[in-house]
């Protein structure tokens, strides 16, 4: 496994833009496939994006399609998340994971992302 930190999280307008991301430690990052997750307050996690372990394809929830770009740097031990016409309802604590397919056994903590009208 591997231990997950995120960053990037903040308060920004309706229209603006962030860049999450999520630093991984040890020398297995390049193993795995990343996925980012977010939790509105009330609702369950739900699955953000996901890009496989060369960074080779990408998907993405529908709801965030045209708006958010998943990327890694398998050479940092990094994976991205930029955040573009952000909306008041993705205001979420988002999370990254490491896995394989679509399973996902290590999470990080989580940072919040607050969009104001």
């Known amino acids: 496994q591997v231990q997950l930190v995120e960053s990037g999280g903040g308060l920004v307008q309706a229209g603006g833009s962030l860049r999450l991301s999520c630093a991984a430690s040890?020398?297995?990052?390049?193993?795995?496939?990343m996925g980012w997750f977010r939790q509105a307050p009330g609702e369950e996690r739900v699955f953000v994006a996901r890009?496989?372990?060369?960074?080779?394809?990408?998907s993405y929830a529908d709801s965030v399609k045209g708006r958010f770009t998943i990327s890694r740097d398998n050479a940092k031990n990094t994976v991205y998340l930029q955040m573009n016409s952000l909306k008041v309802e993705d205001t979420a604590v988002y999370y990254c994971?490491?896995?394989?397919?679509?399973?996902?056994?290590?999470w990080g903590q989580g940072t919040q992302v607050t969009v104001s009208s």
């Open positions: 994971a490491a896995g394989l397919g679509d399973t996902y056994h290590s």
């Open positions: 040890g020398r297995t990052f390049s193993w795995y496939d």
């Open positions: 890009i496989t372990r060369c960074g080779g394809r990408t």
